[in-house]
Antibody, heavy 125, light 107 residues
């Protein structure tokens, strides 16, 4: 059974970098079919896709316009996980952060078929 | 940029009812539409992808349809477990946008 296990701090100070990790079990971050995404949810912004990484003979990265320049998503093949880094955070970045997969069954459709449990991240001094 | 408008924002219904939620896009999005169910404190779960395809394990009382700019999710014969918040989501080369959500409440 495929699972996504999230980890990372729940409290980040303003202007610092938010860092989260999503560990994959039952699938591979290097899959030639899946894509690996980060999505966040807040009362003010709703559900917001942040970006993704995927491997198709080489690594690809795509980021949402709203966070481009502040966000980095990186795969780690040795640990079979992928990470999110969001720089220069403000209170507006307070949200529940989810990692999510677009897997084989929904490949090419843009639908997220597997989600992590979510990490509540608060930006506050 | 594509805008997604989901309606209604709240829907009150009873067990056994048939309900429909609508999602309208500001421009054509072909067939790249998905629907999710979310319960309090939980991650969203995929119900329907590519307008009308049921995700694995999803009961057949859920159905999706639509084309162009208007899409619907219908639940036929509401069960107690169906009272939750529902989101639409569109996908294209440039974005993956979610609707604002519809909270389905017990009447």
């Amino acid at each position: 059974q495929v699972q996504l296990q999230q980890s990372g701090p729940g409290l980040v100070k303003p202007s610092q970098t938010l860092s989260l990790t999503c560990a994959i079990s039952g699938d591979s971050v290097s899959s030639n079919i899946a894509t690996w995404n980060w999505i966040r949810q807040s009362p003010s912004r709703g559900l917001e896709w942040l970006g993704r990484t995927y491997y198709r003979s080489k690594w690809y990265y795509e980021y949402a316009v709203s966070v481009r320049g502040r966000v980095t998503i990186n795969p780690d093949t040795s640990k079979n996980h992928f990470s999110l880094q969001l720089k220069s955070v403000t209170a507006e970045d307070t949200a529940v952060y989810y990692c999510a997969r677009i897997g084989r069954a929904v490949s090419g459709t843009g639908a997220f078929d597997l989600w992590g449990l979510g990490t509540v991240v608060t930006v506050s001094s | 940029d594509i805008q997604m408008t989901q309606s209604p924002s709240t829907l009150s219904a009873s067990v056994g009812d048939r309900v429909t939620i609508t999602c309208r896009a500001s421009q054509r999005i072909n067939h790249w539409m998905a629907w999710y169910q979310q319960k309090p404190g939980k991650a969203p779960e995929l119900l329907i992808y590519e307008v009308s395809n049921l995700a694995s394990g999803v009961p057949s009382r859920f159905s999706g349809r639509g084309s162009g700019t208007e899409f619907t999710l219908t639940i036929s014969g509401l069960q107690p477990d169906d009272f939750a918040t529902y989101y639409c989501q569109q996908y294209n080369s440039y974005s993956r946008l979610f609707g604002q959500g519809t909270k389905l409440e017990i009447k």
